[in-house]
C-alpha cells in the first residue's frame, strides 16, 4: 500500500503531529509513505528524519491548479494507492490530481478535525462526489458539518476519534519542586494554548471561588502576549498569585500531565475532539471538561470525570472542589479514565480504525 499524505500549515503544529504520528504507524505497517507539504524547511526536515519521502508543492488550495499537475506526474505510474487530506483546501488538490493522473488506482480520503457547518456550493458538491471517504473526529463534528445538508453520500462518511501516542515510560517531571508546591496542595492542570476559547477566563473565576482550599492551577502553554497578560492581571486583581503557576510552553507534555492529580478542559466553544482531557486519562488521572464539545463523548459524567456547562465558573468551582476535598473520587475517577483510555481511546484503537476506513470501497 502506498499513502500520500498532503500537509499545507506553514508551521509545525498538532496537525503536522498528527500526521506524523500516523505516518510513522504506517510505515511500521509496511506501508511507502509520502509526504506533500509545503516549501518550509522545518518541516521537510522533520518528516524527513523520520526517513519520509518529501515532495514540496505550493499546495495553494482550491484554485491552485499547478500543484495538482505536479501531484498528478507523481501519482501516474504509483499504481494503487491513497491521497490522505486532512482539510478540504488541500482535498481539492487531491482530487484534481486524481482528475488530472491516468493513474485509475487512485482513493482520496480526508479527515475533519473542525467543528463546522458543511458548505454547499456547486464547487463544493462537486468535490464531495470525488471524495471517496470522509472521516471526522467524533459525532458533534459529523453532525454539525451535516447541519446544512450538504450533498453528500453518507457511505462516505465515518468518524474516528483521534488519540495520542503515549510512550511506554513517561519520566514524571518534579513540578512540586520546581514551582515549590507543597505537598499537601492539591495539583490541577490545564495544558494548551492559552486562549480566550479555552474558557481561561472562567476557570480563573472559579479558582477565585475555592482559593481557601489548598490547591494549585497550573497553566501550560503560550499564547499572544496580550492575553496572556490579561490573565495575569486578572491573577493579581483577584488575588491568586499564590495559586495560579504559569508554566509556559512545555514539550514533551506528558511528563508534566503525569505530575498533576487532575486535567481541566474549560473550553466555551465546541471542540471535535480535543486530545487534552486523553492525555490526562492516559495517566490515570480524572479530568473535569465542559459538555459542549466532544469530549463528552468519552468523558462520562461521575465515571471518569466530571463535566460541567461551558461559562458556568459557580459549577467549575464546585467541580475542582470536589476533586480537591475527596481523594478517594480522584482514584476511582482516574483509574476508571486510564482503563478507558487503553479499551477505547489509546492510538492502537484508533489506528485500528483508521487503516480500515483506508481499505474500504464505495460501491
Known amino acids: 500500500m502506498k499513502i500520500f499524505h498532503v500537509v499545507s500549515n506553514k508551521e509545525w503544529g498538532g496537525g503536522e503531529q498528527y500526521v506524523y504520528d500516523l505516518s510513522q504507524h504506517q510505515?511500521?505497517?509496511?506501508?511507502?509513505i509520502t509526504i506533500f507539504c509545503k516549501p518550509v524547511e522545518a518541516i521537510i526536515q522533520k518528516f524527513k528524519e523520520a526517513g519520509m519521502k518529501v515532495l514540496p508543492l505550493t499546495l495553494g488550495g482550491a484554485l491552485d491548479v499547478k500543484s495538482a499537475w505536479q501531484m498528478a506526474k507523481v501519482i501516474n505510474s504509483v499504481g494503487p494507492c491513497t491521497i490522505h487530506a486532512h482539510n478540504f483546501k488541500d482535498a481539492f488538490t487531491a482530487c484534481y490530481a486524481r482528475c488530472l493522473s491516468s493513474n485509475k488506482q487512485i482513493r482520496v480520503v480526508m479527515c475533519r478535525h473542525l467543528t463546522r457547518r458543511g458548505k454547499n456550493t456547486l464547487l463544493y458538491r462537486w468535490l464531495y462526489r470525488h471524495l471517496d471517504r470522509l472521516i471526522f473526529d467524533s459525532e458533534?463534528?459529523?453532525?454539525?458539518f451535516l447541519s446544512t445538508n450538504p450533498t453528500i453520500d453518507a457511505a462516505k462518511l465515518g468518524i474516528v476519534h483521534t488519540s495520542i501516542v503515549v510512550p511506554e515510560t513517561v519520566?514524571?517531571?518534579d513540578i512540586r519542586n520546581i514551582f515549590h508546591i507543597p505537598d499537601d496542595c492539591v495539583v490541577g492542570m490545564f495544558?494548551?494554548?492559552?486562549?480566550?476559547?479555552?474558557?481561561?477566563?472562567?476557570l480563573l473565576d472559579a479558582v477565585a471561588l475555592v482559593k481557601e482550599r489548598s490547591f494549585r492551577l497550573v497553566l501550560v502553554g503560550r499564547g499572544n502576549e496580550e492575553y496572556t497578560a490579561h490573565l495575569k492581571q486578572v491573577v493579581?486583581?483577584?488575588?491568586?498569585?499564590?495559586?495560579?503557576?504559569?508554566?509556559g510552553f512545555v514539550h514533551p507534555v506528558l511528563p508534566y500531565v503525569a505530575a498533576a492529580d487532575f486535567g481541566i478542559l474549560a473550553s466555551t466553544v465546541q471542540e471535535g475532539c480535543p486530545l487534552s482531557p486523553q492525555e490526562y486519562m492516559s495517566q490515570g488521572h480524572p479530568v473535569i471538561v465542559t459538555n459542549n464539545g466532544g469530549q463528552r463523548e468519552y468523558v462520562v459524567q461521575e465515571q471518569n470525570g466530571l463535566l460541567v456547562p461551558p461559562g458556568d465558573a459557580q459549577a467549575l468551582a464546585e467541580a475542582i472542589a470536589r476533586?480537591?476535598?475527596?481523594?478517594?473520587?480522584?482514584?476511582?475517577l482516574g483509574q476508571q479514565a486510564k482503563e478507558d483510555f487503553q479499551s477505547l481511546l489509546s492510538y492502537d484503537h484508533f489506528y485500528s480504525k483508521i487503516r480500515t476506513l483506508y481499505e474500504m470501497r464505495n460501491e
Do not use: M, W, Y
Open 171 to 173: 519520566n514524571v517531571t
Open 236 to 247: 493579581v486583581e483577584k488575588g491568586l498569585s499564590e495559586k495560579v503557576i504559569f508554566a
Open 140 to 144: 458533534l463534528s459529523k453532525s454539525e
Open 191 to 202: 495544558h494548551g494554548r492559552l486562549d480566550p476559547e479555552k474558557g481561561l477566563d472562567v
Open 323 to 332: 476533586l480537591v476535598d475527596d481523594i478517594a473520587l480522584r482514584q476511582r
Open 27 to 32: 510505515q511500521a505497517d509496511g506501508i511507502e
